[in-house]
């Protein structure tokens, strides 16, 4: 019976057919990834980048964006946790973009930094301020405290200017920045 079977042209091309729809089928039937909440919303600002130029939240407008607190001291673990994704979000293009923000720094002293670390300025912006023009933003945040609960974290904004998340970016935590990275791409790839 089989043997009648295999010689027909209908049951090959049934096979064949079944073969290649599985997987489209199984694609449609998945549900959609879930988006991370929104948290609040940045306000706008002016600040100073690394080589002297104006910065503003304009710059930001339709990037999917992560802001840390930063000092020149790399030893940091959001710094270290920066370079990563620096390294492992290339794909993403200019559509992703890091902000590190330096409230006791100079924009003299972020450039030494990034050209002695050999940041992507494209990609990763230093950034400086007064305090009146730094505070409200590292106020919404929640990068306000040196030192504390938020030195070894990273926050997640989307292309509105929404905070999506807050993670940890300790070493001790490897599962945070992967959950940053997927949550990162979802929103760039606009699910």
Do not use: C
């Amino acid at each position: 019976m089989f043997a009648r079977l295999i010689v027909r042209p209908w049951f090959w091309a049934l096979a064949i057919g079944t073969l290649f729809a599985l997987p489209l089928v199984r694609t449609f039937l998945r549900p959609a990834p879930k988006l991370p909440p929104v948290r609040g919303a940045v306000p706008a600002f002016a600040l100073t980048r690394e080589t002297g130029q104006p910065f503003a939240s304009g710059e930001l407008d339709g990037k999917v964006w992560v802001a840390a607190r930063f000092s020149v001291d790399a030893e940091r673990p959001q710094a270290r946790a920066m370079f990563e994704l620096e390294r492992r979000m290339r794909k993403l293009g200019d559509a992703f973009e890091l902000v590190s923000l330096a409230p006791d720094s100079t924009p003299p002293a972020l450039a030494d930094w990034a050209e002695r670390h050999k940041t992507y300025a494209r990609r990763w912006a230093l950034v400086t301020g007064a305090p009146a023009a730094l505070a409200p933003l590292m106020k919404a945040l929640e990068l306000d405290t040196p030192g504390g609960a938020s030195d070894a974290t990273l926050v997640l904004v989307d292309i509105h200017g929404r905070i999506r998340g807050r993670y940890d970016a300790s070493p001790a935590d490897k599962d945070s920045l992967e959950q940053l990275i997927y949550d990162a791409a979802l929103l760039v790839n606009n699910y």
